[in-house]
């Protein structure tokens, strides 16, 4: 599907809402999420509406090997050092609350953590 005119994250790729950007290319963007769980906390999205990882297939399997594998060059380039995680959430049970697919990537210290 291309571009859905009631979602959020459509409304980002197309500069209807700013955004903290930290990577475009054809097929994606990254920008910084707006309530950070982490010190270091973006999301990277298709360009092209996709509700959730519920509608991807073999199709986007190119799609989502890139996405996730910018997240390490992200963190990089953004000062983060000492490792992240990758995370989306799928669906209700899942926790997802915006549905156009988004990889949630998380680093820099955690204080709540010991030693
Ligand atoms: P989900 O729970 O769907 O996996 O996560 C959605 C994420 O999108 C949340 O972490 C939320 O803070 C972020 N978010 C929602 N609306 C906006 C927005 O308008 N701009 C940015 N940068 N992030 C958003
Ligand atoms: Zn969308």
Redesign the pocket.
């Known amino acids: 599907m291309s571009a859905d005119p009631h979602c959020?994250?459509c409304k980002?790729v197309a500069g209807q809402?700013p955004?903290?950007k930290v990577y475009e290319d054809e097929q994606v963007l990254a920008?910084?999420?707006?309530?950070?769980?982490a010190p270091v906390?973006i999301?990277i999205i298709p360009k092209r509406h996709i509700a959730s990882m519920a509608d991807v297939t073999e199709a986007e399997s190119q799609l989502l090997g890139h996405m996730v594998a910018l997240g390490p060059k992200l963190m990089k380039e953004l000062g983060v050092t000492n490792g992240f995680r990758h995370?989306?959430?799928t669906g209700q049970d899942g926790?997802?609350?915006?549905?156009h697919l988004?990889l949630?990537v998380m680093g820099g210290p955690r204080p709540w953590l010991k030693g």
């Open positions: 959020i994250f980002i809402i955004s903290k920008f910084h999420d707006i309530h950070p769980w906390h999301l995370v989306i959430n926790g997802q609350e915006v549905y988004h949630h």
